[in-house]
Each structure stands twice: as structure tokens, then as C-alpha cells.
């Protein structure tokens, strides 16, 4: 079966997906690109197919039914084809994301629970389990920030605050040398700021748990809790042989396998802006984002949101395409339950 052409605007979207029977069929092509094959038996060639029931066919040779939502981030759901359809469209293609409460209305959902169900599957699959490290011919920046707020109640102050690690590649822009020429012209004698000549690349984000702070790691020098976080970070995300940018923390040091730039900031904002533009910009995009459009994430669900904006971020260029790409990735995962979401039993993948 024939995938057929990724939608590029709303109203193409309603003419290519007008009902459950169009999505199943996508789906269908999706899971099988080269033809379906029953899972029972091995058979290969066209199944049967029902109109009153889209999500499943039957092989022809073994009389076998199978769910195309079997498998896949729609498992189990008695929600339609094309509500997960539009879901996912809603999700992909919004630049600033979408809230369960924005999700919901949208949809036309009668519950909260289920458009917050919906989105976290749909972030279920949005990690690519055989996803590639980054880094390689570019540098990569590396930094941690803390994200949460004010807590009601709890007086002045920040309370619950949890620590993400982010790793980020820095690319040239093409036009480089003509940023740099323009720079010059304009602000004569200064020398031209690193984001205007580079950009950012891929991004990995991870939320860490018990990381020793500074005043910990000083008070005992032996405790290499903050070094088997942050360099397994690095490890699990960065390409060794890279050349990898980092702070002077303590954390950092003994970083073996890179090609490791650290420097001591001390605070200042003028040797972060040069050393670490782009992660700080990224942090800085990402707190706006969980502040903006979710107003606030609950600890237990951060990773699930961090993997959300890794998998916008990393797609921003194409964001039509993001649509097809976590379709394509869902086929593949197995979701979680609305008991394992709500009790933080679930463990969303980082």
C-alpha cells in the first residue's frame, strides 16, 4: 500500500484524512510500507477490510484479525482513528504547542483526562529508540538549568525546583561570512557575538534527580554522584571524539573520550554569552514554553514535556513533517496507562 503525500495545510489535511476508514488506511501503510504481512502466520497480500471497523483487518489465509492500533501509542483506545489523527496534527504543527486544556476544546473531548491521556501517548512516541548521538563534526554545548516556580503557600521564594541537563550542537550558518561583514559595518570595532554566526542544531534534554550541589560537592570532594550524572549524560548523547563545551564545574572534570572546552564563568553573563550561547538560549526557550503554554509541569510528567520539545525543537525546520515522523515513531511504542500516567508508575523515556 501507497503512503500517501504528507498533508502541507489545513484544509489538504481534511481532504487526505476525512474519516476513521483514511487514517486506518494511512496507519496501515505506515506499519506495513511494503505490504501487509500477518503477524500469526507470515501471510503476505491485501486483507480484509471493514467499514464499520477501521482499526482492523483480517488476513486472508488464517482468518486472523489485527488491530492496527495494536502496538502503537493508540493501543487499547476506544477513542477514533481520526481524533488521534487530528491530535497529532494539532500537536505537530502548532508552534507554541498545545495545553490538554487548549487540546480538549479543540477536539471536542468531554473529559481533561483524555486529552491529557492522548498528548502523553502521543509523547510516548515521540523518543526514537535507535535516535543517533550528536555532536561529531559540530561542538556541543553542555549546561544544566533549573526548572520550576512559586509554589502557593509556601511563601517567598522558589520551591520544587528540578534540574534538567541539555546537550546541544553548535552549526556555522551559511551565510556566515556575510553576518560577519554586516557586524562589522555597523558596530565598528567590536568584535561579532557567536550566535550570530552559528545556530543550533539537534538537542537531547534529560530532568536528573539528586545531583549534588556545590556546596556538596566542596563540603566532600570524594562524592562522584555529580560526574556519573552529568558525564553519563554525555556519554549517552554526545558522539565521542566530539568537542564538547562545559562550564568549569566540578562535575565536568575527567571528562575522558571528547575533546572537553571547559571554562570558569564565575557568573558572569558576558563569558556565558560567549562560551554557552546557544544552550542558555535553548533553557531559556524551554522555560518559556512550560511557563507559557502548560503554565507549570508537575515533576513526575517534566521528562515527558522535555522529550515534547526536543522533538519540536529538532524537527523546527520542518514542521509538517513532524506529523508523519511521530506516526512513524508510535507504531513502534508501547503506551502508557491512564493509571501508570496519574500514580508516576510510568517511566517516560529520556
Given at each position: 500500500m501507497t503512503r500517501p503525500a504528507f498533508p502541507t495545510s489545513l484544509p489538504e489535511f481534511?481532504?487526505?484524512?476525512?474519516?476513521?476508514?483514511?487514517?486506518?488506511?494511512?496507519?496501515?501503510?505506515?506499519?506495513?510500507?511494503?505490504?501487509?504481512?500477518?503477524?500469526?502466520?507470515?501471510?503476505?497480500?491485501?486483507?480484509?477490510?471493514?467499514?464499520?471497523?477501521?482499526?482492523?483487518?483480517?488476513?486472508?489465509?488464517?482468518?486472523?484479525?489485527?488491530?492496527?492500533?495494536?502496538?502503537?501509542?493508540?493501543?487499547?483506545?476506544?477513542?477514533?482513528?481520526s481524533t488521534w489523527f487530528w491530535g497529532a496534527y494539532l500537536m505537530t504543527t502548532q508552534t507554541p504547542g498545545i495545553s490538554s486544556v487548549q487540546f480538549q476544546r479543540q477536539l471536542g473531548l468531554s473529559r481533561n483526562e483524555t486529552a491529557f491521556q492522548i498528548l502523553h501517548k502521543l509523547r510516548a512516541g515521540m523518543v526514537r529508540p535507535e535516535r543517533d548521538t550528536i555532536g561529531g563534526e559540530f561542538p556541543v554545548e553542555v549546561d544544566e538549568c533549573y526548572v520550576g516556580g512559586k509554589t502557593r503557600g509556601e511563601g517567598r521564594g522558589v520551591h520544587h525546583q528540578a534540574t534538567v541537563?541539555?546537550?546541544?550542537?553548535?552549526?556555522?550558518?551559511?551565510?556566515?561570512?556575510?553576518?560577519?561583514?554586516?557586524?562589522?559595518?555597523?558596530?565598528?570595532?567590536?568584535?561579532?557575538?557567536?550566535?550570530?554566526?552559528?545556530?543550533?542544531?539537534?538537542?537531547?534534554?534529560?530532568?536528573?534527580?539528586?545531583?549534588?550541589?556545590?556546596?556538596?560537592?566542596?563540603?566532600?570532594?570524594?562524592?562522584?554522584?555529580?560526574?556519573?550524572i552529568l558525564q553519563g549524560f554525555v556519554r549517552d548523547s554526545v558522539t565521542p571524539g566530539s568537542t564538547v563545551r562545559t562550564d568549569g564545574w566540578i562535575g565536568y572534570k575527567g571528562l575522558a573520550g571528547y575533546t572537553h572546552d571547559a571554562r570558569v564563568l564565575g557568573g558572569d553573563p558576558d563569558k556565558a554569552e560567549a562560551h554557552?550561547?546557544?544552550?542558555?538560549?535553548?533553557?531559556?526557550?524551554?522555560?518559556?514554553?512550560?511557563?507559557?503554554?502548560?503554565?507549570?509541569?508537575?515533576?513526575?510528567?517534566?521528562?515527558?514535556?522535555?522529550?515534547?520539545?526536543?522533538?519540536?525543537?529538532?524537527?523546527?525546520?520542518?514542521?509538517?513533517?513532524?506529523?508523519?515522523?511521530?506516526?512513524?515513531?508510535?507504531?513502534?511504542?508501547?503506551?502508557?496507562?491512564?493509571?501508570?500516567?496519574?500514580?508516576?508508575?510510568?517511566?517516560?523515556?529520556a
Open positions: 481534511q481532504r487526505i484524512f476525512p474519516d476513521s476508514g483514511a487514517c486506518g488506511r494511512y496507519l496501515e501503510a505506515v506499519r506495513w510500507p511494503d505490504g501487509f504481512t500477518c503477524p500469526k502466520c507470515n501471510a503476505r497480500g491485501e486483507p480484509y477490510r471493514f467499514a464499520a471497523r477501521p482499526g482492523v483487518i483480517r488476513c486472508r489465509a488464517c482468518q486472523t484479525n489485527v488491530s492496527l492500533m495494536a502496538g502503537t501509542v493508540m493501543q487499547s483506545s476506544h477513542t477514533p482513528l541537563v541539555g546537550a546541544v550542537e553548535v552549526r556555522p550558518r551559511k551565510d556566515a561570512e556575510e553576518r560577519a561583514e554586516k557586524w562589522a559595518r555597523t558596530h565598528k570595532g567590536k568584535p561579532v557575538p557567536r550566535k550570530q554566526l552559528v545556530y543550533a542544531g539537534r538537542l537531547r534534554l534529560r530532568l536528573v534527580s539528586d545531583l549534588p550541589s556545590v556546596a556538596e560537592m566542596l563540603a566532600d570532594p570524594s562524592n562522584g554522584r555529580a560526574a556519573e554557552l550561547p546557544m544552550i542558555h538560549l535553548v533553557f531559556s526557550n524551554l522555560k518559556t514554553w512550560l511557563d507559557g503554554t502548560h503554565h507549570g509541569v508537575d515533576p513526575k510528567h517534566l521528562q515527558a514535556y522535555l522529550n515534547e520539545f526536543v522533538f519540536r525543537f529538532n524537527r523546527r525546520f520542518y514542521p509538517m513533517t513532524s506529523f508523519h515522523s511521530l506516526l512513524g515513531i508510535a507504531a513502534r511504542t508501547v503506551p502508557p496507562t491512564y493509571e501508570q500516567l496519574y500514580s508516576g508508575e510510568w517511566a517516560h523515556a
